[in-house]
């Protein structure tokens, strides 16, 4: 009887040490993250395979964006800071859905904003409407343009989730918006510990 | 002694007064933790979040903010639609009644449009909010991440 009381416990041990309560969802099945080739910050065109290799956050957004965008960069620059502050295995990709006002060089100045700390720096991806709105449908990600009076001009509504991509290129987790930078940081730290857990 | 002691709660009494109206306090509504991004650039808007408390038995609204730091202030609301996250201008931001509003990131914000000066790390922004009962109310802003 005590034996199986001690089975029963370490059992419970065992499983307390394995478990890990993920803050994003994991697509079902896990496979192949999807690709696209856009214009980095720097003008230059950029795949987003070319960072194979290393964990890729990706979020989508607009640089006239005051409040939702910079809440969510502002987070990957926290869960960089955590997890690789002086590395590479982390890398944060941040790719306009508003082709219409973002240039490579106003991508430059906004994530610029955010990686000072790193060595590493940030990707910044604009391109033309039509590459754009390719590059969001692969990732489910839904934009709209909203004229809203406001002196700041139209407004852009869009998802804000943010997609973790493995060294090995597949979409491993979709976090989202207003998961926090620890959560986040604490999923992909338990990633890089446990490759194969899914 | 006695004299002596009610001078001094008297005179406590004067400084906290003082205080309390440089701090944002004034005609029944208090302003706190107000703070601001430090802006990615100077040609994109920047954001201003706080807490109104309304400590009046009647609803109370915030109609407008006034400051040197943009050309342009409006009152907006990130709000979600469809799975969107959009954001609009609103004409006012209520304060119930011995309640609170709360701006904060992904909700009820001001807007900085064309701001006059980088909003810096570490820097207060001088705004004043105008409320359709209590007034105008003076608020230090500050510049943090």
Known sequence: ?198 | MKQVSMVVVMLAALVLAACGGSSGTTNGVTVSEAWARPSPMMDRAGAAYMVLQNNGAAEDKLLSVEGDIAQTIELHETKESGGMLAMSPVPNIPVPARGKTELKPGGLHVMLIGLTRELKAGDKVQLTLNFEKAGKVPVAVEVRE
């Open chain 1, 1 to 198: 009887m005590k034996l199986r009381w001690l089975i029963g416990w370490m059992l419970i041990g065992w499983l307390a040490a394995c478990t890990h309560n993920f803050s994003g969802v994991a697509p079902n099945p896990i496979g192949p993250a999807p690709d696209f080739t856009l214009i980095d910050e720097t003008g230059r065109p950029f795949q987003l395979s070319d960072l194979r290799g290393q964990w890729i956050l990706l979020a989508y957004g607009y640089t006239h964006c005051p409040d939702v965008c910079p809440l969510t960069l502002s987070y990957l620059r926290d869960v960089k800071q955590i997890v690789d502050p002086n590395g590479d295995r982390v890398q944060v990709v941040f790719v306009t859905i508003d082709p219409e006002r973002d240039t490579p060089d106003s991508m430059r100045r906004y994530v610029g904003h955010f990686d000072k700390l790193f060595d590493q720096k940030f990707k910044g991806l604009s391109g033309t409407p039509e590459e754009i709105a390719a590059a969001a449908q692969l990732y489910q990600v839904k934009y709209e343009k909203k004229e809203t009076g406001s002196a700041d001009g139209y407004s852009m509504a869009h998802t804000a989730e943010v997609y973790l991509i493995d060294p090995q290129f597949n979409w491993r987790m979709t976090f989202p918006f207003g998961i926090k930078a620890e959560e986040i940081a604490a999923d992909l730290q338990y990633f890089m510990q446990n490759p194969e857990a899914k």
